[in-house]
């Protein structure tokens, strides 16, 4: 559940800044990170080898955004 917050909370932050926007957008494809040495879960922890959740959802916003749309 607690994921499910954090993405909604991750969508709206990119909805209503466009400098977050932008920010995102130039990360092209390459891989975001949360730097977190304490978490584990949302960031990569301490090993560098964690779930890095939060990175997950800010990429996953980026591929929805950048999606081509279909026409028909």
């Known amino acids: 559940k607690r994921v499910a ?12 800044h466009p400098l977050i926007q932008d920010s995102l957008l130039r990360t ?15 960031g990569w922890g301490p090993d560098k080898k ?6 997950v959802i800010w990429m996953k916003l980026r591929d929805e955004v950048t999606k081509p749309v279909a026409t028909v």
């Open 28 to 42: 092209g494809t390459k891989i975001i990170v949360e730097e977190n040495d304490n978490d584990s879960f949302w």
């Open 50 to 55: 964690g779930k890095n959740t939060l990175g």
């Open 5 to 16: 917050i954090m993405t909604e909370i991750v969508r709206a932050k990119y909805e209503q």
